[in-house]
């Protein structure tokens, strides 16, 4: 079993920067891949970046060079670094984690955080 906590978002303007928090608790070892994923209002949740535990990274073509996804192991947490921030990357942001999957697929994560908004304005 493996808890999830974000946090890190906020309301900003177009072009500003955030750095979400991803806590993680519980029986960590067991996860093979942890990412973050976004949900807009009327749009299924999709990946926007993933973290393997010796540091590979995937991005979705929407976020690359803008987004960028790190781990502190000793500190257990997952952080995403967002710079250049625009009015479509209004969502709902949560990390996840996968004991047998590594890519940007929802399905294939079992464990998940509540979520933390980002709302950007123009």
Do not use: H
């Amino acid at each position: 079993q493996v808890q999830l906590v974000e946090s890190g978002g906020g309301s900003v303007q177009a072009g500003g920067s955030l750095r979400l928090s991803c806590a993680a608790s519980g029986d960590t070892t067991s996860s093979y891949c942890i990412g973050w994923f976004r949900q807009a209002p009327g749009k299924e949740r999709e990946g926007v970046a993933r973290i393997t535990g010796d540091g590979r990274t995937t991005y979705a073509d929407s976020v690359k060079g803008r987004f960028t996804i790190s781990q502190d192991n000793a500190k257990n947490t997952l952080y995403l670094q967002i710079i250049s921030l625009k009015p479509d990357d209004t969502a709902m942001y949560y990390c996840a984690a996968s004991t047998f999957y590594c890519g940007l697929a929802r399905t294939g994560y079992q464990y998940w955080g509540q979520g933390t908004q980002v709302t950007v304005s123009s």
